[in-house]
């Protein structure tokens, strides 16, 4: 039996009205939507200005179609009173997201499509690295950040969590960023560094951040991200520089003795080779197919 947590969905909708206001364009058909509505005889009026931002953030974020949300909106209203309850489209809209992770999941467990070579062009002098970037972009660009997630996700054997699908949500509601450089931010986090989840105070930090320098493309997005990597890398080396100063050298010529075991696990550190260039390239490799497979998850849902 199914019993709506009122409290939970009044407090997530007026979270969503409490933060400032983004301008961006809506891609909904709002004419398709009145269309539809008006056959189940649904007051138009009732669409508010707080349900039009319900709806945009739920197709943006989850990529339902016009249809789909002209279906919440009829279940939604209440014909008598003819009032949409906002806090109930909300959490139908969530419910139809678990759906849709759900079967993505699925057809990726239970389909193993045999792998065909695909023919790309690629103009000469351009590496791998830079051919998977800019199959990245394409697909940031074109897929709903729950399918961009869901597959990521699916390819690591993993599952979008309730969390990490209100989320979603919230950023796409509240942060101002196109979904192509959330996208990017999302690969960041689960690719780029191999997160297991999108922890929400890290993804937060970063989104404010961007939305701070008004990034608005995934080129953008990619070039914000090679900045944090660079900023990270001189860190880490600057902390390991003050603590080579700082922990084995003393005033008047002490140096700290190394317990036994220490000394051998500094001895193993010496003998790891730095990543080697062919290792990079295999990287890249990876991340070139990796993004195919997004591509093909994209192409099937639009079949």
């Known amino acids: 039996t199914y019993t709506r947590n009122h409290a939970q969905e009044n407090r997530m909708v007026l979270d969503s009205k409490q933060q400032p ?54 279940i939604a209203s209440d014909l008598t ?98 979904n192509e450089v959330l996208n990017i931010l999302f690969h960041y986090a689960l690719v780029q560094l191999d997160n297991a989840t999108l922890a929400r105070n890290f993804i937060d930090a970063i989104a404010n951040d961007w939305a701070t320098k008004e990034i608005k493309t995934a080129q953008e997005a990619m070039e914000a991200v090679r900045n944090r990597d660079l900023q990270r890398v001189v860190k880490r080396k600057q902390q390991l520089h003050n603590a080579g100063k700082n922990n084995y050298r003393r005033p008047g010529g002490y140096q700290e003795q190394l317990p036994d075991w220490a000394k051998d696990s500094k001895a193993k550190e010496k003998q790891t080779p730095a990543p080697s260039e062919s290792q990079s390239t295999q990287v890249s490799s990876n991340l070139a197919e990796q993004i195919a497979k997004l591509k093909t998850s994209n192409q099937r849902e639009q079949q």
């Open 21 to 74: 206001e983004f301008e961006f364009t809506s891609d909904v058909d709002w004419d398709l939507i009145e269309g539809l509505l008006k056959t189940e005889f649904v007051d138009l009026n009732s669409i508010t200005k707080d349900v039009r931002k319900i709806v945009d953030a739920l197709y943006r974020a989850y990529g339902f179609t016009e249809q789909e949300i002209a279906q919440f909106l009829v």
């Open 81 to 178: 009173t003819k009032v949409i309850d906002e806090e109930f489209l909300l959490k139908l809209g969530q419910e139809a997201a678990q759906d849709k992770v759900t079967q993505l999941r699925s057809e990726e467990v239970v389909e193993t499509p045999v792998s065909e070579p695909t023919e790309v062009h690629v103009a000469e002098g351009v590496s791998e690295e830079e051919l998977a970037i800019e199959q990245l972009i394409q697909a940031a660009k074109a897929m709903a950040p729950i399918d961009f997630v869901s597959s990521i996700k699916a390819q690591k054997k993993g599952y979008v969590s309730k969390a990490e699908r209100q989320l979603i949500f919230d950023l796409v509601s509240v942060s101002g960023l196109p």
